[in-house]
């Protein structure tokens, strides 16, 4: 019904910068927020950034705040994920994510719960390396 497909994965020195793109297609008239999760081998997956799709305001864990950045084209069709002041313990496969309305709103920007987001993508694997 709704299809992500994240790009622009790879590697990257710590200290550099890398811009992740996220495709949105399929039926999205009626989804509500757009996020990035990410996963490391052998931790839990955590919520990264999300944005509210009607006035695209932004929300981000702690640990990305004032190093990564959410926004999403005119055209509504791609979300990006700007990585700046990347770190190794950033390394992992990162997941576009997408919800619909809830009847109980998420709170903080639904980066506490990834069972609360209904769409996911594949993935992608960014490596920091030191």
């Known amino acids: 019904q709704v299809q992500l497909v994240e790009s622009g994965g790879g590697s990257v020195q710590a200290g550099g910068s890398r811009r992740l793109s996220c495709q949105v297609s399929?039926?999205?008239?009626?989804?509500?927020?757009l996020g990035w999760w990410r996963q490391a081998p052998g931790k839990q997956r955590e919520g990264v950034a999300s944005?509210?799709?009607?006035?695209?305001?932004?929300y981000y864990a702690d640990s990305v705040k004032g190093r990564f950045a959410i926004s999403q084209d005119s055209t509504k069709t791609t979300v990006y994920l700007q990585m700046n002041n990347v770190k190794p313990e950033d390394t992992a496969t990162y997941f576009c994510?997408?919800?619909?309305?809830?009847?109980?709103?998420?709170?903080?920007?639904?980066?506490?719960?990834?069972?609360?987001?209904?769409?996911w993508g594949q993935g992608a694997q960014v490596t920091v390396s030191s």
């Open positions: 399929g039926n999205t008239s009626r989804l509500k927020r």
């Open positions: 994510a997408a919800s619909l309305p809830r009847v109980r709103p998420m709170s903080d920007g639904g980066l506490n719960n990834p069972q609360r987001w209904d769409y």
């Open positions: 944005l509210y799709i009607s006035d695209g305001t932004e």
